[in-house]
């Protein structure tokens, strides 16, 4: 049986906890005033921009859950499962960075925009 409560929580509660960390890391007296949109040759451990580490997660997160699908092959359903709620969580992180890049729009800088 497919875990639909886990699957709930990761899809509709992940997004709004990152965009809460993405307004809450705003706030930081070190936190950039402008930032830039994520890039694939930015420093993902840069701390002075939330959306560089967080894209990076949820590139993380998409890259093991495509690993866990493919090893069902070997493994079974359960990492079927699992590959598939990794994907989710990935991706779910990718729709909170979006979001915070929608709710935090006078913080992106206009150059990369």
């Given amino acids: 049986m497919f875990p639909l ?3 709930a929580v990761v ?3 992940l997004p709004l906890l990152v965009v809460g960390g993405v307004l809450l890391w705003g706030t930081r007296p070190i ?3 402008q930032w830039s949109r994520p890039s694939h040759y930015a420093n993902p451990g840069t701390m002075r921009n939330p959306l560089f580490p967080l894209n990076f997660i949820g590139y993380v997160c998409i890259a093991m859950g495509a690993g866990g699908a493919i090893s069902s092959i070997w493994n079974g359903i359960h990492a079927s499962i699992h590959g598939t709620l990794n994907i989710l969580a990935g991706m779910s992180v990718l729709l909170g960075v979006r979001l915070g890049m929608k709710l935090c729009k006078s913080r992106i800088a206009a150059a990369s925009a």
């Fill in 5 to 7: 409560c886990g699957t």
């Fill in 11 to 13: 899809v509709l509660l």
């Fill in 31 to 33: 936190a950039d005033r």
